[in-house]
């Protein structure tokens, strides 16, 4: 079955600068990459997501960079604020269906 | 797009009795998936329920344990059995559409 490995599981930056997570997958049939984001006590929402003809996708502070045939792709977010620290997720698509495959989490704290 | 509703929201169950979720959509689609979120982890999948025919389960998860009905194309139940406090999770229905997957708001249980 798909292996999805997701780094680092906790990240601490400075509020202002950037976060790269990287999420690494093991199913070449995977054509949809999401991310999403969890704050306490609320359910995982969809931030950005890029599929398999696309090598980078951004939106505001957020990007998303796709290696298809490196089978990994990476978050980034810019100027980095309180308000992103959250945990976040990965969860390729698996098996050209709508199942989605999460990733370990990442959980990110931004120091004011 | 999809609207799902999910309920309970939440929900405090004594050892060893069961709970029903459900999840209702306001439009038909082929497959539902129900996710499982485990305090501090990611998100697994349970089953893909299908209309007219058996869940599928994913490794490590029982149909005694997580019944599954899927009587049309817009509404599920999860029934959660014979439950312990290691089932304290929250529940998330799932489904797609066209490009998108959507979540419903989740079902928080603690068992007592």
């Known amino acids: 079955g798909e292996n999805v490995e997701q780094h680092p599981s906790t990240l601490s930056v400075q509020e202002g600068d950037s976060a790269v997570i990287k999420c690494t997958y093991s199913?070449?049939?995977?054509?949809?990459f999401p991310w999403y984001k969890q704050e306490l006590g609320k359910r995982p929402q969809l931030i950005i997501d890029?599929?398999?003809?696309?090598g980078e996708k951004k939106d505001q502070r957020i990007a998303v960079t796709l290696n298809k045939t490196a089978k990994h792709f990476s978050l980034h977010i810019t100027e980095t604020q309180p308000e992103d620290s959250a945990v976040y997720f990965c969860?390729?698509?698996?098996?050209?269906?709508?199942?989605?495959?999460f990733g370990s989490g990442t959980r990110l704290l931004v120091r004011p | 797009s999809a609207v799902i509703s999910q309920k309970p929201s939440r929900d405090i169950c004594q050892r060893g009795t069961s709970l029903t979720i459900q999840c209702q959509v306001d439009s038909q689609v082929t497959m539902m998936f129900w996710y499982r979120q485990q305090p501090g982890q990611s998100l697994t999948l349970i089953a893909t329920a299908n209309q007219g025919s058996e869940a599928t389960y994913e490794s490590g998860f029982v149909i005694d344990k997580f019944p599954i009905s899927r009587p049309n194309l817009t509404f599920s139940t999860l029934t959660v059995s014979n439950m312990s406090p290691e089932d304290s999770s929250i529940y998330l229905c799932?489904?797609?559409?066209?490009?998108?997957?959507?979540f419903g708001e989740g079902s928080w249980l603690t068992v007592v």
């Open positions: 199913d070449s049939a995977s054509n949809y």
């Open positions: 890029i599929r398999s003809n696309v």
């Open positions: 969860a390729p698509q698996m098996d050209s269906s709508y199942k989605l495959i």
């Open positions: 799932s489904v797609g559409t066209g490009n998108t997957i959507y």
